[in-house]
Every structure is written in C-alpha cells, then in structure tokens.
C-alpha cells in the first residue's frame, strides 16, 4: 500500500505528505503578518467596526503587511519544498528543476505578460471592458513595488511544489507522462479552490494553464520557463491592467471596469483567469512553447 515493488515510497503518498507540510509551514510563516494585522486593525476590532466579511478589506490597505502575509507564506513554501525534496527525496537543486539557461526565464517573462496584454487589448477593443484612467496616465503606488516582490516568490513557491515537486517525485516512480501532467495539474487548480470569487470556468482554467506549466517543465527540462510565465501573467494581470488575480483585488496601474454578465468572457471578480479569453491565451502558449523550444533545438520528442 505504502510502496511499490521496488520497495519506494509511493509517489502520492509522498505528494500528499508534502502537500500537507506545504499548508502548515505556510499559515506558519504567515503568522507575523496576520498579527501585525490584527496589531494595525485593532482600534477597528475593538470599536466593532471591522468584521468578518471586512478583514479581507482591512488587509487590501496595507500592502506590506498584506506582503509579509502572502510572501512569508511563498518563502515558507519554497523552503519545505527544498528540504521535502532534500532530505526526503534525496535529490539536489538542480534534479528539483533548476537548471539550464536563464534565457527561458526572460521568455518566459516576456510570454506571461504579451499573452495578458493580448486579452487586455482585445476586451479593451470589444467593449467588453473600459478603462477608468488613461493609458497616459498610470497611477504607480507602493502596490506596483510590493506586488512585483509577491507575484516573484508565488511564481518560485508554486513551480516549485506544483512541477518540481509534484512532477518530479511522479515521474522517479515510473508515473506515465500523462498522469503526471494531470495530476500535478488538478493539485494545481484544487490548492485554488478556496479562493475569492472562485469559478468553475476558473478553476478549469488553473488547471489547464497547470497543464502548460507542466509541458513548459518537461520541453525545457527546467523550471525557468513556468516561473517566468507564471510571475507575469500574475503581475501584469493585477498590477498592470488591474484585473484580479484568482480572486484577489486588484491594484494595478490602470484600473479597469468590467461590462456586467459577460464573466464568462472577462472572468469578472475571479480575474481573467475565469473566463475563456484566458483559455485562449493559455492555448496559444503551447504553440508558443512548442515554436520556442525548436528554436532553441529542445527535444521536442521529449516533451509530447
């Protein structure tokens, strides 16, 4: 039950002890920022004026505390991830997935935030959205700043686990690719299923774009390429243009409105990553993906 016939440890039992350490080392290192908020809000608390439903609000005001949250917990995740597959797996930095040429990183980059300018340019240029300030006029805060900082750590955390991790412990127990693309996907979208505002066209979406995340891996035999791609499509997609990020509120440079009962194309309060322009764009990826790596001479074969 608990090993297989070579007498390992099975590889889901190995990515569900993970996946569980992953949780609480990072409500752990979470922590600090969730008492400094409590410290920074108590007058409100006291007073009864911040409730529940508010406290999501309450954070949204103080971007580094909001930082030192989400961002400790993405430092809690990149470090068990590394001593998981350290002392666990017996595997070094590099068998984790970083390797190869900082090249697929800036493509990486680069692919993240065209494929969300692109969604942002054809809903601007359908109506199905408008903007509230101009292109001319872009409101830089310490939002741009300390964002930039969290969408870096979520891109490492989460390639890290979600295809380093996961992927990598599959695939040393003779896990067919298939099985590793999926599984590491529907992990992906299910770690996301607790989040604001979350649809089922969205969720769909996560794990499709898991999925590219894991064909970007396995072509490239390293995880620069899914790192860069997963940093910008986040940043560009809140502190860019001003949509949400899975939920979360957005704090971009622009601000932009959505048109009411067209969530299925814009992806409304989920962000872009609800709605079927976004499955566009992921889709557009693979062939992206796929024209990249022939011409960096990748083996192609490798990755199909």
């Keep these: 039950m608990f090993k297989n016939e070579s007498g390992q440890i ?21 922590l600090p920022g969730t008492l400094l908020l409590i410290f920074a809000e108590a007058p409100s608390l006291i007073n009864g004026e911040t409730g529940t439903a508010d406290i999501v609000t309450a954070l949204d005001t103080h971007p580094w505390i909001f930082l030192l949250m989400q961002g400790g917990g993405s430092v809690g995740g990149i470090l068990i991830t590394y001593l998981l597959w350290r002392f666990i ?42 903007l509230v300030n101009p292109l001319s006029s872009p409101q830089f805060s310490v939002y741009t700043i300390s964002f930039l900082i969290l969408f870096i750590l979520v891109g490492f955390s989460e390639e890290m686990f979600f295809r380093g991790y996961v992927m990598s412990t599959m695939a040393s ?38 999925i590219l995340f894991a064909y970007m891996f396995y072509a490239t035999n390293s995880l620069w390429l899914p790192i860069g791609y ?24 622009y601000s932009v409105e959505t048109v009411a009962g067209r969530d299925w194309l814009t992806g409304g309060a989920f962000g872009l990553e609800g709605g079927l322009m976004a499955t566009v764009l992921i889709l557009v990826g693979f062939v992206a993906t796929r024209v990249y790596c022939k011409l960096r001479d990748y083996d192609q074969e490798k990755s199909l």
Excluded: C, E
Aim: without cysteine; positive net charge.
């Design 230 to 253: 997963h940093i910008m499509w986040n940043y560009f997609q809140g502190n860019v243009f001003g949509f949400a990020v899975s939920g979360t509120a957005p704090n971009g440079i």
């Design 89 to 130: 797996n017996k595997g070094t930095i590099k068998q984790l997935g970083f390797r190869g040429s900082l090249k697929d990183l800036w493509f990486g980059l680069f692919l993240g935030a065209i494929s969300i300018t692109v969604i942002f340019i054809v809903l601007l240029a359908t109506g199905n959205v408008t």
């Design 10 to 30: 099975r590889a889901g039992w190995l990515v569900l002890l993970a996946f569980v350490a992953l949780i609480i080392v990072q409500q752990l290192f979470s």
């Design 173 to 210: 127990r003779g896990n067919k690719k298939w099985v590793v693309y999926v599984a590491s996907a529907l992990i992906f979208s299910i770690a996301h299923g607790l989040n604001p505002n979350v649809s089922i066209l969205g969720l769909i979406n996560i794990a499709v774009v898991g």
